[in-house]
């Protein structure tokens, strides 16, 4: 048994004993103990010392409601006195599908599309990998497999999702990826571009590099692209104007479809419902998850064109089955609380909202530059980002094993607000999508407290 810190209280030591935690360094954690939270309150939440915190990832991207929105669990009281579980196998809906799924292709950018329920981004974005393969399977070209997907692109863990991502630990003694994913470079002008290229050199850098990649590989091989209109997970990737417009060009050049992944876009977060409404995009698949409950219960979808159902539907008539779905694909409770979710969007003009308070966390982002320690601000709507750099006139990283932006975070926790590193020292925001403006103050007040606190451990072992 492993041995827990005696100074933790001991619902931490429990956690240490017995509880593997997802994406954590797991012996810091059995020397440090967990944060344990017990309460949400707005955009706060409160740890089992009753210490408050302003939660500026809103939980992991997900939480946009906050942690107290009284209406959702009202709604999921209703469901689960009525009906607690029924599943959409074989001709049968649960009736809350019915009301949800109605609303929710009147959001969707995809006209006249399909839904088909999950639990999770991950399992959405598996989803889509095999209905790419079921789809040309289908249709008689079985050689077109490959996905292209980009470099720090961020699809979720499961086997396929985690493949079609591109960050190093999600594949290491994991035997990942599988055969099949081919990867291009992400639109990181900051990271990546060439000493004097300009915005508009690198798109077409990128976009030439796009179609290489379809020629060397076979346009006949090459089935679909995939990427999150900002990318989350990898360093909120901002993409540079025209970008998409020459992705898109491309991909449809070669028959290759589009995989728009908004499992952290969707619903508000850019400022408009979708990401494809802010890049003006055209996907043949779509999808969504975190934010389409408010994260208060696990749920995903993916959106499919008319097109593609028509095929899919084809083959199951074909084949005797559709040989693909979830136990709690459509699960009533989160149908319920999904269905709350849109019309509070709707309702409370939500996404007005972030358009309103949205500038204030972008200005006080970009504020951010010229600290010794900031090499990039950058932001869109309600998510943002700054990346740490040693020398940000040169744009030197920090040798990771250093952890200073793990060790900013630990300052902002001291400080009251909770923040996220992501690989490469970049320290992430998205707070909930109904955070004021006094309280983005708040945010960033103690995001610059934490800065200046790392500001001064780095000086002191850096001479």
Known sequence: ???????????????????????????????????????????????????????????????????????????????????????????????????????????????????????????????????VRYYNNARGRPLKKKIIARNKGYHGVTAAAASMSGLGTMHQNFDLPLPGIVRVSCPHFYGFSQPGETEAQFVDRLAQELEDTILREGPDTVA?????????????????????????????????????????????????????????????????????????????????????????????????????????????????????????????????????????????????KGHPLVGDARGLGLIGAIELAADPATRTPFDPKRGVGAYLVKRAQHHGLILRVLMGDVIAFSPPLIITEAEIDTMLERARLALDDTLAWVDSWRG
């Open 224 to 368: 679909a692209f995939i990427a999150e209109p900002v990318q989350g997970a990898g360093g909120v990737i901002i993409p540079p104007p025209g970008y998409f417009a020459k992705v898109q060009a491309i991909l449809k050049k070669y028959d290759i479809l589009f995989l728009v992944d908004e499992v952290i876009t969707a619903f508000g977060r850019l400022g408009q419902n979708f990401g494809t409404g802010v890049y003006d995009l055209k996907p043949d698949m779509l999808t969504v998850a975190k934010m389409l409950t408010s994260a208060y219960v696990p749920m995903s979808a993916l959106y499919v064109s008319n097109e593609i159902y028509q095929t899919i539907a084809d083959a199951s008539a074909e084949i005797g089955v559709f040989g693909h779905g979830y136990t709690y694909s459509g699960h009533p409770l989160a149908c319920a609380i999904a269905l709350e979710t849109l019309r509070i969007y709707e309702s409370d003009q939500i996404v007005a909202h972030v358009q309103k308070v949205s500038p204030r966390l972008q200005q006080g982002i970009q504020a951010f």
């Open 1 to 131: 048994m492993t041995n827990a810190p005696a100074d933790i209280s001991l619902a931490g030591q429990n956690d240490v004993r017995h509880h593997l935690h997802p994406y954590t360094q797991l012996r810091q954690l059995e020397k440090d103990g967990p944060l344990v939270i017990v309460r949400g309150e707005g955009v706060q939440v409160f740890d089992e010392h009753g210490k408050a915190y302003i939660e500026g990832m809103a939980g992991l991207w997900c939480a946009s409601l906050g942690f107290s929105e009284k209406r959702l669990a009202d709604a999921a009281f209703k469901q689960m006195t009525t009906l607690p579980y029924y599943h959409a196998f074989s001709g049968k809906v649960p009736g809350p599908v019915t009301e949800l799924v109605e609303t929710m292709v009147r959001w969707s950018p995809i006209p006249n599309a399909r839904v088909l329920f999950a639990n999770s981004g991950s399992e959405s974005n598996d989803t889509a990998f095999k209905l």
